[in-house]
């Protein structure tokens, strides 16, 4: 069984869902530090002026594990993030068909951050066609502390054989623990598609919501394209 791991990203790229598309168990990373200025409460959308941030305002203090970042409820960001799309995304193709569901996730009354990502993740990767078995760290047993030993627990409590490694992975792993422990390990090595956009040059390594607006039920074939995978 091959198993991917990763923090819960807001509104993820591509890379990201070609990882989980290459899995058949998703383990939502929640059990780490929060970083702050990352990928996990904001990504960008497409503009006629270029790639625009949306962001989720927090409440995170420095050693705040994911699983419990709050959102700063007294900002209106969802209705923000929902006009930003509306009005740069209402000429898409396929724009009426998956608005509306989106719109109804973002305006729920969010508390935590990791709820709201791991929902948001969960619809994306339904609307591209996606079935895979998805927990969170924070359902299963503890884990070891060490960052390599992390990874080779959570493998191992849902049966896993192979590890599916993202881009940087090889920075910090200790790829010696894995081979002890008999678990694979697969680096991905993605490389971006183009496709059909509004509003000008392409731009890549934008949310994948820009891809499902644009090319709808093609978007799963389209996003696989850039599928490369190394045995480490």
Partial sequence: MKVAIHQPQYLPWLGHFAKLAAADCWIFLDTVPYEKNGWQNRNRIKTPRGAQWLTVPVRARLGTLIRDVEIDASQPWSRKHLEA??????????????????????????????????????FLAGALGLSRRMVRASELPPASPDPTGRLLDLCRTVGGDTYLAGQDGARYMDLEQFRAGRVAVWGQEYQHPTYRQLDGDFLPFLSVVDLLLNHGESSLEILRQGDRWTPW
């Avoid at 396929?94 to 719109?103: K, N, S, T, V």
């Avoid at 990791?114 to 929902?119: D, K, P, T, Y």
Wanted: proline fraction near 5%.
């Fill in 85 to 122: 799309l509306r009005v740069n995304y209402a000429r898409a193709p396929h724009f009426a068909r998956y608005f509306a569901e989106l719109e109804e996730l973002l305006r729920r009354p969010w508390r935590l951050l990791a709820e709201l990502n791991v929902e948001v993740t969960r």
